[in-house]
């Protein structure tokens, strides 16, 4: 380890959560104008838009329901049964959105299952049309209503404030997360800033349904994008929030358990770990500094793996590159074991109350059981939702996960007894060791729902498309050369 550069990390980690009254920055950042045409950056900044353009190298689709099928039991009645991929680079963020079985085939601006808030996190056309329209307007409708105006995936304007280029947080939601955390918006330093831009979006958040009247009197309902941060930042503090609101995300279709969607609470969980206890931030890592024909520029090809950061790392970490790889391969191992155990153990409890409710178990018997599984389910997904979690924070993932497998285990004695009670005794779960056995179990009707897709893919897509080249929302030079892979496409 240099030890020189840990202590100058850690005066910035202290300097950190104080704050710097001299380096406040453009959190509330005037938003008129916001430039979220992506190409509209290229010509002053061709060096940051050609690395971000790069994020379009990581396209691959890696379909998780696959490779854990556990998980379309683990997510029975809720959308990500449907269709789940690791995620790609930035450049692709809209079109995974757009293709996902999980955001349906709508037919208009009326239609489809999802609501308006899953653009949130997508594109840099959310502030712009927050700005336009306001909040409230902005989260009320469906996912369709802004089809033909949400048109470039992630991008400048997402970090940036258009005029001024500093780092900028756009999205109201992480604002007011924050401040329900206790922190003052005023006082942030440019350093967390690195961290917060991508905190707009890699965080834990539900839908608030909010009641409002819009300009005619009309009582409408918006679901407002909302970070469950009033009782902490903590895997505990966000279920003591939600269970305090009785809130749940869906009801589990064969353990009929109320359930919690963790979303991907990356930078929750990142802060627990020990890079940002040292002052470490996202940026640090996931953008190094690099020379682009003998310019200084910060990388904007935002990278996923550890085979791409490795060098990265070695800026502060002294092993050779393989001694290293070698120590972080061993670590993870030890994650993905104790992780496969745990989602077999709640996929097991799922069945099993599915069972237990077939032979008649009563709700007296199964509310116990039920908890357990809402807790347990919501332990498991929070720890790994975020993907690098293990990377960014890899005590609390393992402690997470560790609680999370107890609590599945409970449930399933629990049931062992209920089911014994019932003239279940020696139930054996059903196999569910591929995609296609899972779904099945899960009631998933993937062919329809790939059908649908691709009518949606060649019809109203196409027009949204179309729509945003036309009116100037999108410039077709940012999308050439993108490829269109999907999990379902044959
Ligand atoms: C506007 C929302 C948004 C912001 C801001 C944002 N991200 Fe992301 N990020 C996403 C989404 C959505 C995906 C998944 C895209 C997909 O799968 O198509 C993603 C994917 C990623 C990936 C995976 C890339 C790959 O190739 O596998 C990494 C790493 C990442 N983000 C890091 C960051 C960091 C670091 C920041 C801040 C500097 C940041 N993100 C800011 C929404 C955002
Ligand atoms: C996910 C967030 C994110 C996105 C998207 C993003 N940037 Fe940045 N950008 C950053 C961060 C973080 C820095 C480093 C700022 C610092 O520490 O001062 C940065 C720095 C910069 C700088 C200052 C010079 C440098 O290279 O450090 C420029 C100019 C810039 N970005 C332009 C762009 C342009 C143009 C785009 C779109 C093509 C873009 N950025 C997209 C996060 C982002
Ligand atoms: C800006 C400097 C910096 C960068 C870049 C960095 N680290 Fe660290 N890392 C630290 C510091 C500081 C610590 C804490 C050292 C300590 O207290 O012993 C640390 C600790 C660690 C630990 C031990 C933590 C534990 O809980 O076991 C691991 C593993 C680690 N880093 C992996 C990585 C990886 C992987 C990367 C690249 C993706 C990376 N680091 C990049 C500064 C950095
Ligand atoms: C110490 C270095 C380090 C820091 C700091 C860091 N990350 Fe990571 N991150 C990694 C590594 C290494 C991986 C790759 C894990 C892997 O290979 O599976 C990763 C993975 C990710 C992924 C998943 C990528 C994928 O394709 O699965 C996302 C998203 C992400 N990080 C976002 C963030 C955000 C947001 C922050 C700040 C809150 C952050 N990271 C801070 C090292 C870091």
Same mark, same amino acid.
């Given at each position: 380890?240099?030890?020189?550069?840990?202590?100058?990390?850690?005066?910035?980690?202290?300097?950190?959560?104080?704050?710097?009254?001299? =380096?406040?920055?453009?959190?509330?950042?005037?938003?008129?104008?916001?430039?979220?045409?992506?190409?509209?950056?290229?010509?002053?900044?061709?060096?940051?838009?050609?690395?971000?353009?790069?994020?379009?190298?990581?396209?691959?689709?890696?379909?998780?329901?696959?490779?854990?099928?556990?998980?379309?039991?683990?997510?029975?009645?809720?959308?990500?049964?449907?269709?789940?991929?690791?995620?790609?680079?930035?450049?692709?963020?809209?079109?995974?959105?757009?293709?996902?079985?999980?955001?349906?085939?709508?037919?208009?601006?009326?239609?489809?299952?999802?609501?308006?808030?899953?653009?949130?996190?997508?594109?840099?056309?959310?502030?712009?049309?927050?700005?336009?329209?306001?909040?409230?307007?902005?989260?009320?409708?469906?996912?369709?209503?802004?089809?033909?105006?949400?048109?470039?995936?992630?991008?400048?304007?997402?970090?940036?404030?258009?005029?001024?280029?500093?780092?900028? =947080?756009?999205?109201?939601?992480?604002?007011?997360?924050?401040?329900?955390?206790?922190?003052?918006?005023?006082?942030?330093?440019?350093?967390?800033?690195?961290?917060?831009?991508?905190?707009?979006?890699?965080?834990?958040?539900?839908?608030?349904?909010?009641?409002?009247?819009?300009?005619?009197?009309?009582?409408?309902?918006?679901?407002?994008?909302?970070?469950?941060?009033?009782?902490?930042?903590?895997?505990?503090?966000?279920?003591?929030?939600?269970?305090?609101?009785?809130?749940?995300?869906?009801?589990?279709?064969?353990?009929?358990?109320?359930?919690?969607?963790?979303?991907?609470?990356?930078?929750?969980?990142?802060?627990?770990?020990?890079?940002?206890?040292?002052?470490?931030?996202?940026?640090?890592?996931?953008?190094?500094?690099?020379?682009?024909?003998?310019?200084?520029?910060?990388?904007?090809?935002?990278?996923?793996?550890?085979?791409?950061?490795?060098?990265?790392?070695?800026?502060?970490?002294?092993?050779?590159?393989?001694?290293?790889?070698?120590?972080?391969?061993?670590?993870?191992?030890?994650?993905?074991?104790?992780?496969?155990?745990?989602?077999?153990?709640?996929?097991?409890?799922?069945?099993?109350?599915?069972?237990?409710?077939?032979?008649?178990?009563?709700?007296?018997?199964?509310?116990?059981?039920?908890?357990?599984?809402?807790?347990?389910?919501?332990?498991?997904?929070?720890?790994?939702?975020?993907?690098?979690?293990?990377?960014?924070?890899?005590?609390?993932?393992?402690?997470?996960?560790?609680?999370?497998?107890?609590?599945?285990?409970?449930?399933?004695?629990?049931?062992?007894?209920?089911?014994?009670?019932?003239?279940?005794?020696?139930?054996?779960?059903?196999?569910?060791?591929?995609?296609?056995?899972?779904?099945?179990?899960?009631?998933?009707?993937?062919?329809?729902? =790939?059908?649908?897709?691709?009518?949606?893919?060649?019809?109203?897509?196409?027009?949204?498309?179309?729509?945003?080249?036309?009116?100037?929302?999108?410039?077709?030079?940012?999308?050439?050369?993108?490829?269109?892979?999907?999990?379902?496409?044959?």
């Amino acid at each position: 380890m240099n030890k020189v550069l840990i202590s100058s990390v850690g005066v910035l980690a202290a300097l950190l959560f104080i704050g710097i009254a001299s =380096v406040q920055t453009a959190i509330a950042a005037d938003m008129e104008g916001i430039k979220s045409n992506n190409h509209d950056w290229a010509g002053s900044y061709p060096h940051q838009y050609g690395t971000w353009k790069k994020t379009s190298e990581s396209d691959e689709i890696t379909d998780l329901l696959k490779e854990k099928p556990q998980l379309a039991i683990l997510w029975a009645g809720y959308g990500f049964s449907k269709d789940y991929n690791a995620p790609r680079g930035h450049f692709y963020a809209l079109q995974s959105n757009q293709n996902t079985l999980r955001t349906g085939a709508p037919v208009d601006a009326q239609t489809g299952p999802m609501p308006t808030a899953c653009w949130t996190c997508k594109s840099p056309d959310v502030p712009r049309m927050i700005q336009q329209d306001g909040e409230l307007e902005f989260f009320t409708g469906k996912w369709a209503k802004y089809g033909h105006e949400i048109a470039n995936s992630i991008g400048c304007a997402d970090c940036h404030d258009s005029k001024t280029t500093e780092l900028t =947080v756009g999205r109201p939601s992480l604002q007011r997360g924050l401040e329900s955390a206790g922190l003052d918006m005023q006082k942030v330093s440019e350093t967390e800033m690195r961290s917060l831009v991508c905190a707009q979006c890699h965080v834990e958040y539900y839908f608030k349904k909010t009641d409002w009247k819009d300009a005619a009197g009309n009582a409408q309902v918006a679901n407002v994008v909302t970070l469950p941060w009033a009782n902490g930042m903590t895997v505990e503090g966000m279920e003591s929030y939600y269970d305090t609101i009785e809130f749940k995300d869906w009801t589990h279709k064969i353990s009929k358990t109320p359930m919690l969607k963790a979303q991907h609470p990356g930078y929750e969980i990142f802060l627990s770990g020990i890079h940002a206890q040292n002052g470490v931030n996202c940026a640090d890592c996931h953008m190094p500094t690099i020379k682009v024909e003998g310019e200084t520029i910060t990388d904007h090809q935002i990278k996923g793996t550890l085979d791409q950061m490795m060098s990265t790392c070695l800026n502060c970490h002294d092993e050779s590159p393989e001694q290293f790889k070698q120590i972080l391969t061993r670590k993870l191992e030890r994650k993905e074991q104790l992780m496969e155990i745990t989602m077999n153990n709640l996929a097991k409890a799922h069945l099993e109350a599915g069972e237990a409710w077939r032979l008649g178990a009563t709700e007296p018997e199964m509310a116990e059981i039920l908890s357990d599984i809402r807790h347990g389910q919501w332990r498991w997904d929070y720890s790994i939702a975020s993907h690098g979690s293990f990377y960014h924070a890899p005590e609390e993932t393992l402690r997470i996960l560790g609680i999370a497998n107890d609590a599945a285990q409970s449930a399933r004695i629990k049931l062992a007894k209920v089911l014994a009670k019932h003239g279940g005794i020696g139930y054996v779960a059903p196999d569910f060791s591929t995609k296609e056995k899972a779904q099945t179990l899960a009631e998933v009707p993937l062919q329809a729902l =790939v059908d649908e897709k691709l009518v949606f893919k060649k019809g109203l897509l196409k027009e949204w498309e179309q729509d945003a080249i036309k009116r100037g929302i999108l410039d077709p030079e940012t999308r050439k050369g993108m490829s269109d892979n999907t999990a379902y496409k044959k």
